[in-house]
């Protein structure tokens, strides 16, 4: 009897280790981001997750998968456009996992083949465009290659959430050429423009013209404004009269203009000396004082 509870004592704790064994297999824990996916001998029993839950050890077999999102940083694919220019492009790719058993059962490696189909589709539709669409339609290109790769990883429980064009190289050769090609049209339009200037102020000169013509006077006013702002400045005035009538008249304007604009810097002068004058004279009656 002694040597049965002997081994009785030996054998429980031996049996309660196994059990802790088995129920530290069998309870697992995942985050709330998390999924798991469980094949029972080998057949897919389940998605389990987020939280706790059991599992049988041996006989069920779990893989861990991440729903966050994920990027992918492709690398420069060399590519030819539909106008035969090679440029050098890459791109960022953004998805997630939306069905962990679809991730895990109809692909091997999601991640790897979501990875080279991306780089095959960023070549295969920057083929088919020229390089000015390249260049100025990157939101619309977006748009597309988004949802081809959706379209493609559907199947895979994949969702791409964006595709963003990172850069695009050109060569060297193409820079120029493009540079070349900026500069002219900025010429074409610098000259469009000059030509619609002149061609207002013709069409302005020659609504002017009709009205001198219907109104000479007009003309004569303005030939008298421009000889009072010629002599405003003070500039020598050949007048170089277009008719007989009234010749004599703009002379003695210009003649008079002269004189009271002297006239006029005179009294200035005159009036800078007195107030001179005065200030030294206030000057010297404080000194004495």
């Not at 088919?128 to 988004?146: A, F, V």
């Not at 959706?150 to 791409?160: E, N």
């Not at 800078?272 to 004058?277: F, N, Q, R, S, V």
């Amino acid at each position: 009897m002694g040597v049965y509870l002997a081994e009785i004592g030996i054998s429980t704790p031996i049996a309660l280790m196994v059990a802790f064994i088995i129920l530290s297999q069998a309870i697992k824990i995942v985050r709330e981001y998390e999924r798991v996916v469980v094949f029972r001998l080998g057949r897919f029993s389940g998605v389990k997750g987020p939280g706790i839950f059991l599992i049988i050890p041996i006989i069920d077999r779990v893989i861990l998968l991440d729903l966050r999102v994920f990027t992918i940083d492709v690398a420069k694919q060399v590519v030819i456009t539909k106008d035969n220019v090679s440029v050098e492009v890459d791109a960022v790719i953004y998805y997630r996992v939306v069905d962990p058993s679809l991730a895990i059962i109809q692909v091997e490696n999601y991640k790897v083949a979501t990875s080279l189909l991306a780089q095959t589709t960023l070549r295969d539709v920057l083929g088919q465009i020229e390089l000015d669409d390249l260049l100025s339609k990157r939101d619309e290109l977006n748009k597309k290659l988004q949802a081809i790769l959706d379209q493609h990883t559907d199947p895979w429980g994949i969702k791409v959430t964006a595709v963003t064009l990172r850069d695009v190289a050109l060569p060297e050769s193409m820079r120029r050429a493009i540079a070349k090609q900026a500069e002219s049209e900025r010429e074409k339009r610098s000259r469009i423009i000059l030509a619609d200037g002149e061609f207002l102020a013709s069409k302005t000169m020659t609504d002017a013209a009709r009205l001198y013509e219907e109104v000479p006077a007009a003309l004569k006013l303005r030939e008298l404004q421009t000889l009072v702002d010629i002599a405003r400045e003070k500039t020598l005035i050949v007048v170089t009269p277009s008719g007989d009538t009234g010749s004599g008249a703009m002379v003695g304007l210009t003649a008079a203009l002269n004189r009271e604009l002297s006239e006029r810097e005179a009294s200035r002068k005159d009036e800078a000396k007195k107030d001179a004058l005065r200030e030294a004279e206030s000057e010297t009656v404080r000194t004495r004082r």
